[in-house]
């Protein structure tokens, strides 16, 4: 962070984060999860424009993460937002960094080529080997206790095909090329699995 100016005396933010991503509900979307991003952007930092950013943006991309809220990006962008003010970091840094962390719903195209970075390195897991991928699945139904079985394998099943009908699941060349084929291979393997637990009951 003290890369781009940010001075954060006594690393409280980084604390405030570790505290963050160490909650007890979080059983994918933990410290694990961040520390392969961080492996990911570290392989691939050569290729961002801004890597500095875009490193800050995987810091704060699940800062906040209720599995009952839909703001969990608006609220983590908004945190990252209020840290770089603080330290007075430049709004367009600021901006930048937010637009990232937005991107990580992945409900549209990312808008600059370091937030597609950024929104590819969220769903490095997606790529995975198949044993890796099947605990992600159990450990995304752990985060989701709550919800009624029925209910959330509709909905997670909608989630992984609506990914499978797009052109691309990757939106940089980079990570598409990588990762992509094993991707849509454990995603089409899990839309089968999700499809026989519904027509089961």
Same mark, same amino acid.
């Given at each position: 962070?003290?890369?781009? %100016? !940010?001075?954060?005396?006594?690393g409280?933010?980084?604390?405030? $984060?570790?505290? !963050?991503?160490?909650?007890?509900?979080? +059983?994918?979307?933990?410290?694990?999860?961040?520390?392969?991003?961080?492996?990911?952007?570290?392989? &691939?930092?050569?290729?961002?424009?801004?890597p500095?950013? %875009?490193? $800050?943006?995987?810091?704060?991309?699940?800062?906040?993460?209720? @599995?009952?809220? @839909?703001?969990?990006?608006?609220?983590?962008a908004a945190? !990252?937002?209020?840290?770089?003010? /603080?330290?007075?970091?430049?709004q367009?840094? *600021?901006?930048?960094?937010?637009?990232?962390?937005?991107s @990580?719903?992945?409900?549209? =195209?990312?808008?600059?080529?370091?937030?597609? $970075? &950024?929104?590819?390195?969220? #769903?490095?897991?997606?790529? &995975? =080997?198949?044993?890796? +991928?099947?605990?992600?699945?159990?450990?995304?139904?752990?985060? +989701?206790?709550? &919800?009624? /079985? =029925?209910?959330f394998?509709?909905?997670?099943?909608?989630? $992984?095909?609506?990914?499978?009908? !797009?052109?691309?699941? +990757?939106?940089?060349?980079?990570?598409?090329?990588?990762?992509? =084929?094993? *991707?849509?291979?454990?995603? @089409?393997?899990?839309?089968?699995? #999700?499809?026989?637990?519904?027509?089961?009951?």
């Amino acid at each position: 962070m003290t890369r781009i %100016g !940010a001075r954060d005396a006594g690393g409280q933010v980084f604390k405030d $984060l570790e505290s !963050a991503y160490g909650e007890r509900h979080r +059983y994918y979307h933990n410290h694990t999860h961040l520390r392969g991003c961080f492996k990911l952007f570290d392989a &691939v930092r050569g290729h961002f424009q801004r890597p500095d950013e %875009g490193e $800050l943006a995987l810091w704060f991309h699940d800062a906040i993460y209720r @599995t009952r809220s @839909t703001l969990n990006e608006a609220e983590s962008a908004a945190w !990252a937002r209020r840290f770089l003010e /603080e330290e007075s970091i430049n709004q367009a840094s *600021a901006e930048r960094v937010a637009q990232m962390i937005l991107s @990580t719903r992945h409900d549209q =195209p990312a808008p600059t080529p370091d937030a597609a $970075l &950024v929104c590819d390195i969220d #769903l490095a897991v997606l790529g &995975v =080997p198949p044993d890796v +991928y099947d605990d992600f699945e159990h450990r995304v139904r752990r985060e +989701y206790w709550w &919800v009624p /079985e =029925p209910t959330f394998v509709a909905k997670r099943q909608a989630i $992984l095909e609506r990914f499978l009908s !797009a052109d691309s699941i +990757y939106q940089t060349d980079l990570l598409r090329e990588l990762l992509e =084929p094993a *991707a849509r291979a454990n995603l @089409t393997r899990w839309c089968g699995i #999700l499809g026989r637990r519904r027509s089961a009951g």
